[in-house]
């Protein structure tokens, strides 16, 4: 599970960076970079690794 949200975490970020790029979706993908941030602070919080 938590690998599981590292990888759409990553997905996020990726996503986030084309849509900074194209700025043509920015809002929405601002909203998922916030939920991807906030995947990668639960599992640090967890004491999982991260990367």
């Known amino acids: 599970m938590g690998n599981l949200l590292y990888i759409v975490a990553v ?16 809002g929405i ?3 998922l970079l916030v939920i991807a941030i906030i995947a990668i602070l639960l599992q640090v919080i967890q004491g999982r690794r991260v990367l």
Do not use: E, P, R, T
Request: cysteine-free; glycine content about 16%; charged content about 0%.
């Open 29 to 31: 993908i601002h909203i």
């Open 11 to 26: 997905i996020l970020i990726i996503a986030w960076v084309i849509g900074f790029v194209g700025y043509s979706v920015g």
